[in-house]
Nanobody, 121 residues
Framework: QVQLVESGGDMVQAGGSLRLSCAAS????????MGWYRQAPGKQRELVAN???????YYADSVKGRFTIFRDNAKNTVYLQMNSLKPEDTAVYYC???????????????WGQGTQVTVSS
């Protein structure tokens, strides 16, 4: 069974910082591409940042220079460091994995349950 467990969501004032964590199990983490998406009320889910198994990073224009994605393969965890938060960053943040399931060998896409980030002005 694949599990992606997010943590770190909170309520913070504009200009503040948060670090989200996503602990993965059931996939071969080192060969997985990992990402963070977010969905605000009434809006579509959007890609915030991702990091490939070879450490290539992508950021949405709206978060460039403020957010950093990084991974710790020894801990099977991907992080999203969010600085200079704005009210428009308010959303549920979802961890995403594109990886090979352990013991099964199939590649698929998996999602966490989400963690709420609220930024007040």
């Amino acid at each position: 069974q694949v599990q992606l467990v997010e943590s770190g969501g909170d309520m913070v004032q504009a200009g503040g910082s948060l670090r989200l964590s996503c602990a993965a199990s059931g996939i071969i983490f080192g060969t997985s591409d990992m990402g963070w998406y977010r969905q605000a009320p009434g809006k579509q889910r959007e890609l915030v940042a991702n990091i490939s198994s070879s450490y290539r990073r992508y950021y949405a224009d709206s978060v460039k220079g403020r957010f950093t994605i990084f991974r710790d393969n020894a801990k099977n965890t991907v992080y999203l460091q969010m600085n200079s938060l704005k009210p428009e960053d308010t959303a549920v943040y979802y961890c995403n994995a594109d990886g090979v399931r352990q013991w099964v060998g199939t590649r698929d896409t998996y999602w966490g349950q989400g963690t709420q980030v609220t930024v007040s002005s």
